[in-house]
């Protein structure tokens, strides 16, 4: 009876072990099998990417098109022509060589033909071009850069990283100081910008205004959708006038603005709703954007409450421990009592 109960856990042991070990390489399996997602100059390419070899190999005429060359297929001698300004590429399939104006450049691996596509190595595009090209092997991302120029200037020094995420020291590449210029190839979401650096490295770096004087108006939709996220996760947290800034349990109104436009952005804003008002640019009641601060009178003074613009004709503020940090429509005594509006995201 032993013998038996003991080859009964053992052939179930054994089953175990051999789903476990089919899982296991049906995933490594899907692993190898996904497709690395293309960006050029910051847009999604649908242009299909395959990876052969540890050799990344991606379609040489839509590329190409893309950066406004002019690409000619010869079909007799199996041979592509491409022209962009100065410079004519000539490749002939499965050569390990291409030329540029007459000069030789030799490829990692031969091109190929796959779906009916000239498939070329990644590189080639590199090299030929002049683009910064970049592997991200932790996101599964291809970022392919044509830019010449670097029209944003670094105003405090900030970390060049791996991968969009803070948290590990080890994705450091290197620290951009104050002064240098970068291009901004993407924005990945409100917290995070893809760049380019004038030595051709990519990589990314935090969108925290204090850090580059880049702006857009899509990064800061986005980054007033984060303040105000942000700020709403505190919804119901008490009132208390004069609250620490530095805790959390408790916020009168111009203590929770500046802690959530520090916390989203590390925008350092003064303590107080009145100079608080000092910041930023003036916006018209007509003009306000999701993120604005709204500045009103209270307890005999011109300027004491501040709230958030929410959109939609709604705010997000504190002001009594009834209520506690809530969101409220701008209207009835918030309309009269209105002050000024100031942007402190630009």
Known sequence: MLMTGNWKMISSMLVLAAVTIAQGTSLHA??????????LDGKPFTAPVIIENGISFVPMRPIFEAEGAKVVWDEAAHSITAKKDNSVITYKL?????????????????????????????RFVSELLGNAVKWHAALHTITISSAHSFDTNVTYGVHLRTVPSGEDAATVVRMLPKAERIHVIREVDANWLEVQTEDNGIGFISAKPKYTDYSSQSL?????????????????THYEFGADSDQTNTFDCSSFVKHVFGEVLGIDLPRLSYDQAKEGTEVKLDELRKGDLLFFSARGLDIGHVAIYAGDGRILHTYSDKLGVHFETFEGQWKERFVTARRVID
């Open 30 to 39: 899907a692993e190898a099998e996904q497709i690395p997602s293309l960006f």
């Open 220 to 236: 800061s939709a986005m980054q007033a959708d984060a303040i105000i996220a942000f700020g709403g996760a505190y919804l119901g």
């Open 94 to 122: 499965g050569d390990q060589v291409a030329y540029k104006n007459q000069e030789k450049l030799e490829l990692p691996a031969p091109g190929q033909i796959i779906n009916g596509l000239t498939m070329v190595p990644l």
